[in-house]
């Protein structure tokens, strides 16, 4: 099973404004490919940019995630408010333990 921890981080549009965490959630799937089907019909075009890990003891360097970043708005009310929005999405597996 594979797990998507999404972090949601959001910052006004003036450059002296501190990205703050709104939000954090899990969403759960059977594979990684249904995984990256559900990113693909979040996020649609939005810009990515890959999460990297690296392994300093033997070099290696995994891809373990992604950045989304996009502009978000709240329109449900008046004034609009308006906002610069990246998500922190990162993949782990899981296996799901059964005691009797």
Do not use: C
């Not at 019909?41 to 290696?60: A, C, L, M, Q």
């Not at 996009?70 to 993949?91: A, E, G, M």
Request: charged share 30%; proline share 3%.
């Amino acid at each position: 099973m594979i797990e998507l921890h999404i972090d949601e981080t959001a910052k006004g549009y003036s450059a002296k404004e501190q990205w703050s965490l709104i939000n954090k959630k899990v969403e759960y799937f059977p594979t990684l490919i249904e995984a990256k089907q559900w990113i693909n019909k979040t996020y649609k075009k939005h810009r990515r940019h890959p999460i990297r890990f690296s392994n300093v003891e033997n070099g290696d360097i995994k891809k373990v995630g992604y950045i989304v970043g996009f502009h978000n708005d709240d329109i449900s009310h008046y004034p609009v408010v308006k906002w610069l929005q990246r998500d922190w999405i990162t993949f782990h597996e899981s296996k799901l333990l059964f005691f009797k």
